[in-house]
């Protein structure tokens, strides 16, 4: 098990202020030893920056033994999943598990991770797992 649950990996895309090239991408996801990338983004797509096009990154991603997985309905911004739900519970089950392999990178449009929604998601749901029941 690694000592981190999540590695923040910024990724822009055009709806963002800035571009983050492909191969820095790439190599952000190498310097911090990440073996799953996670792709929470309802829209896996750019006209802009084609190279981050859900089938493109995925090929670009298992060529550099990175495993992809992509998580939109129960994680991705467009659904109104709650966190008590199975589906979004069983989502992060299956992340909480990747992680036991190694260090997991969740990737989404928001140029900053405190203004993607699955930070407060996440806070909620451990919130719900973590803290006293009230009897």
């Known amino acids: 098990m690694t000592d981190c649950w999540f590695d923040a ?43 981050f096009n859900k089938r493109e990154l995925s090929g670009t991603v298992k060529s550099i033994g990175i495993q992809y997985e992509f998580e939109d309905k129960a994680l991705g911004g467009l659904g109104d999943v709650s966190v008590k739900s199975s589906e979004f519970t069983d989502a992060i089950h299956r992340v909480l598990s990747l992680q036991e392999h190694g260090h997991v990178a969740m990737m989404c449009a928001e140029k900053n991770p405190a203004d993607c929604h699955r930070a407060f998601k996440l806070a909620a749901w451990l919130h719900n797992t973590t803290s006293p029941r009230k009897k």
């Open 9 to 51: 990996i910024r990724h822009t895309d055009p709806k963002s202020s800035s571009d983050l090239p492909q191969d820095e991408f790439l190599e952000m996801l190498k310097a911090h030893h990440v073996v799953t990338l996670i792709d929470v983004r309802s829209r896996p797509y750019s006209s802009h920056n084609p190279q």
